[in-house]
Each structure stands twice: as structure tokens, then as C-alpha cells.
């Protein structure tokens, strides 16, 4: 099962942020957390990940707790082809890997 | 170039029919995946392989036999197909067994089978 809760749905307009929020309280101290999204009826597409740090790449900006208990994903300037929906994932990285993914949250952006 | 790709996009077939599945991925990776995503859209691994050997299998009905002829490619044979094998299924690939936090998977695109 997912280690992760999201909200199922959120929608944001064009070019402002979005935030999207996860929790995983039962994260462990040698897992990172994942994001990942599915533009409709594509693969899902790697975004970031992070331990406990607050990261950024081209994409997006990553922001941990320090508790590590929850995370939240920016994307800095929304647009129509962020529509999709994201997935939160906590992953173990060594030993065998494979990516739960969770229910995820469907974020729409408009006009 | 795509990194990783499938055949055929669109799998239409009657029940009991064996039908495969191709995935090639020209990235160099030495692991493979194939992930089902299902009608309400939960998307959960099936196999992974590792140069060429199963590491993974989730509980996937013996129905379903992978096959790694080399590294670049992992192909998903079904004998016997049934309704409820309907569904999205994804390749994906990685560098190594998630042995460093950068090792991301990259997926296919996807094909879609569809059992009458």
C-alpha cells in the first residue's frame, strides 16, 4: 500500500503557483520522497525528489517538513499543460526498487 | 529518439487469446518494469528485471510470463486472456536497482489492451 495521503483533486489558474500537499507520517529515515505525474493517457513522468532538504530543479520546488512527515510540491507558474495529476511517492532507494504509487491528486489548471 | 517505447498502442483482442506486448528502451539501463494501470486508474508494478533476471514478480497470475531476450528489452506475454486484463500496461526503466536516489524510472507511453 501507499505510505503517502493527497487530496484527490485541485485546481489552480493559469500562472500562478500551485501547491500540492502530501503526507507521509510513517516515513521512515532512509526514504526519499518522489513526485511523479501522469499527463492524461501518458507514462508517468518523473518531477524531483528529495530526503530533507528543500530541493528545486527546472520543473519544480520540492519543500520537506522537518519533521518529515509531509511535503509539498510548487509548481512556480502553472500552466495548461500541468494538468494532470500527481503522484507522491516515498521510496525506499536501495534493495528492490519499485515505485507504490498512490491515488494522487488530479490537478486542473484554467484558462 | 524515444527512451522508452512500446508495441503496439492499442491491443483490441477476444477473451482466451494469447497476445504480447513489446518494450524497447535505448537509454542503456540495466532494469526494466512493467507496471499495469487499471479502470480506476491505480497504477501498481507487476515484474522488474535486472540485466536480463526477474527480480520482481507481485503475485501477477502465471498467465503473464516476461520475457528479456537482452538488457534494452522486456516483453509481456498473455495466454488465455481474460476481461479483467483490461488495462493500461507500462514499461519503465531505470539504471540500476533504485542503487542511488537519482536512479529515476523513465516510462513508456503505454499500451492499452482491451479484452472482449
Known amino acids: 500500500d501507499a505510505k503517502t495521503t493527497q487530496p484527490t483533486s485541485m485546481d489552480c489558474a493559469e500562472g500562478r503557483a500551485a501547491n500540492l500537499p502530501c503526507n507521509h507520517s510513517?516515513?521512515?529515515?532512509?526514504?526519499?520522497v518522489y513526485w511523479y505525474r501522469q499527463i492524461h493517457s501518458q507514462g508517468p513522468q518523473y518531477i524531483i525528489h528529495?530526503?530533507?532538504n528543500n530541493e528545486t530543479n527546472e520543473m519544480a520546488s520540492l519543500i520537506i517538513t522537518e519533521d518529515r512527515k509531509s511535503s509539498t510540491l510548487i509548481l512556480p507558474h502553472a500552466t495548461l499543460r500541468d494538468t494532470a495529476v500527481y503522484y507522491c511517492?516515498?521510496?525506499?532507494?536501495?534493495?528492490?526498487?519499485?515505485?507504490?504509487f498512490g491515488t494522487g491528486t488530479r490537478l486542473q489548471v484554467f484558462p | 529518439d524515444t527512451a522508452v517505447s512500446q508495441t503496439p498502442k492499442y491491443l483490441v483482442t477476444q477473451m482466451g487469446n494469447d497476445k504480447s506486448i513489446k518494450c524497447e528502451q535505448n537509454?542503456?539501463?540495466?532494469?526494466m518494469y512493467w507496471y499495469k494501470q487499471d479502470s480506476k486508474k491505480f497504477l501498481k508494478i507487476m515484474f522488474s528485471?535486472?540485466?536480463?533476471?526477474?527480480?520482481i514478480n507481485e503475485t501477477v497470475p502465471n498467465r503473464f510470463s516476461p520475457k528479456s531476450p537482452d538488457k534494452a528489452h522486456l516483453n509481456l506475454h498473455i495466454n488465455s486472456l481474460e476481461l479483467g486484463d483490461s488495462a493500461v500496461y507500462f514499461c519503465?526503466?531505470?539504471?540500476?536497482?533504485?542503487?542511488?536516489?537519482?536512479?529515476?524510472?523513465?516510462f513508456g507511453p503505454g499500451t492499452r489492451l482491451t479484452v472482449l
Open positions: 528485471y535486472n540485466n536480463k533476471e526477474l527480480i
Open positions: 511517492i516515498v521510496r525506499l532507494f536501495y534493495n528492490t526498487d519499485k515505485l507504490i
Open positions: 537509454l542503456g539501463h540495466d532494469t
Open positions: 519503465a526503466s531505470s539504471q540500476d536497482l533504485g542503487g542511488s536516489p537519482t536512479d529515476t524510472q523513465y
Open positions: 510513517t516515513i521512515s529515515g532512509n526514504e526519499y
Open positions: 528529495g530526503l530533507k
